[in-house]
């Protein structure tokens, strides 16, 4: 709950990380009203929409926001780059609260990184 909190206050529309913690999170902003869309392992869905909502975003005059949740900020990286275009990176010392993993997520311990949209 204090993930999702913090990606509604800070305006974040994409989730990547460890599928087990990462749907949840999507399914909670999503509930919440906020468009949001997961970034990972069986995403499918319309490639196309995750471009869209980038550029949307842009052209806001808004800074994309990713969470990273449960997994490698390298991993989120990459899987953010391939479901919308290559320029993410990680924010330093952004205070996301950590994401606590379920016993059946396969991982011991939770992690929250902020990610934005450098172009």
């Known amino acids: 709950r ?3 909190e913090f990606a509604s206050v800070t305006n974040v529309s994409f989730v990547a990380g460890n599928y087990w913690v990462a749907w949840p999170l999507t399914d909670r902003l999503l509930a919440a009203g906020r468009p949001a869309l997961a970034a990972n392992y069986k ?5 196309s ?7 949307e975003l842009m052209t806001a005059g808004e800074i994309p926001r990713a969470l990273c949740v449960n ?5 989120c990286v990459a899987e953010l780059d391939r479901w919308t275009r290559p320029g993410w990176r990680v924010v330093a010392n ?4 950590i994401a606590e993993p379920p016993p059946y997520a396969g991982t011991l311990e939770g992690a929250c990184l902020e990610v934005e949209f450098a172009g």
């Open 71 to 75: 997994d490698s900020a390298d991993s």
């Open 43 to 47: 995403a499918g869905g319309d490639p």
């Open 94 to 97: 952004s205070g996301c609260p």
């Open 49 to 55: 929409r995750y471009g869209h909502r980038l550029d």
């Open 2 to 4: 204090p993930t999702a």
